[in-house]
Nanobody
Framework: QVQLVESGGGLVQAGGSLRLSCAAS????????VGWFRQAPGKERDIVAA????????FYADSAKGRFTISRDNAKNTVYLQMNSLKPEDTAVYYC??????WGPGIGDVHEYNYWGQGTQVTVSS
């Protein structure tokens, strides 16, 4: 079992930055893939970014490219999402998730992930 706890959300003005953290306990991420998803009210939960734990390969949704950076700290068993140049449309609950199957096809599919955190709210004001 893996327990995931997100933190770092909050209220920020457009153009500002936030760094989200996802700390894992229970077992290490080892060969997993870890993704950040977000869900705005009335919308589906969508991939934002993902990282391959063992070599740091990354994937970004088009909406995140150039503004968000996903990274990991092996020693702390933690994944981060640095979000810069935030826009009001980035407002959502952000979730981290772990995929046992690791990297590969389906990395952006919410149904492919096995463990989820409780989410952290990000609100960007205009």
């Amino acid at each position: 079992q893996v327990q995931l706890v997100e933190s770092g959300g909050g209220l920020v003005q457009a153009g500002g930055s936030l760094r989200l953290s996802c700390a894992a306990s229970g077992r290490t991420f080892s060969s997993y893939a870890v993704g950040w998803f977000r869900q705005a009210p009335g919308k589906e939960r969508d991939i934002v970014a993902a990282i391959k734990w063992n070599d740091g390969s990354t994937f970004y949704a088009d909406s995140a490219k150039g503004r968000f950076t996903i990274s990991r700290d092996n020693a702390k068993n933690t994944v981060y999402l640095q979000m810069n140049s935030l826009k009001p449309e980035d407002t959502a609950v952000y979730y981290c998730a772990a995929r046992i199957a690791g990297w590969g096809p389906g990395i952006g599919d919410v149904h492919e992930y096995n463990y989820w955190g409780q989410g952290t709210q990000v609100t960007v004001s205009s």
